[in-house]
């Protein structure tokens, strides 16, 4: 089992950036593939990005389009997610969840543990 929680969430005007960060407690944290998701008021929980164990394998939703880098550091348990060129849009709250697999995925009920959120908000 593996708990985890987020922070890095703020304000920030459009254009701006933030890096999230995903810190995880528990064993064998380096077997979990580790995803960010978001939902925004009245809108379905939306797949964001995607590491796999070791940091190699990355995967990224569409709206995405080369904005966010996710990264992990097994050492210190954490998972970040430097966003970049924020925009109004993005506004939601970001979660960090675990999926106890190799392989990645964009589906969040693949995903067995999840944190709490962080809100993000992005200013016009």
């Known amino acids: 089992q593996v708990q985890l929680v987020e922070s890095g969430g703020g304000l920030v005007q459009a254009g701006g950036s933030l890096r999230l960060s995903c810190a995880a407690s528990g064993r064998s944290f380096s077997t979990y593939v580790i995803g960010w998701f978001r939902q925004a008021p009245g809108k379905e929980r939306e797949f964001v990005a995607a590491?796999?164990?070791?940091?190699?394998?990355?995967d990224y939703g569409d709206f995405v389009k080369g904005r966010f880098i996710i990264s992990r550091d097994n050492d210190k348990n954490t998972v970040s997610l430097q966003m970049n060129s924020l925009q109004p849009e993005d506004t939601a709250v970001y979660y960090c969840?675990?999926?106890?697999?190799?392989?990645?995925?964009?589906?969040?009920?693949?995903?067995?543990?999840w944190g709490q959120g962080t809100q993000v908000r992005v200013s016009s």
């Open positions: 590491v796999s164990w070791a940091g190699a394998n990355t």
């Open positions: 969840a675990a999926r106890g697999t190799y392989t990645l995925s964009r589906v969040a009920r693949d995903f067995d543990y």
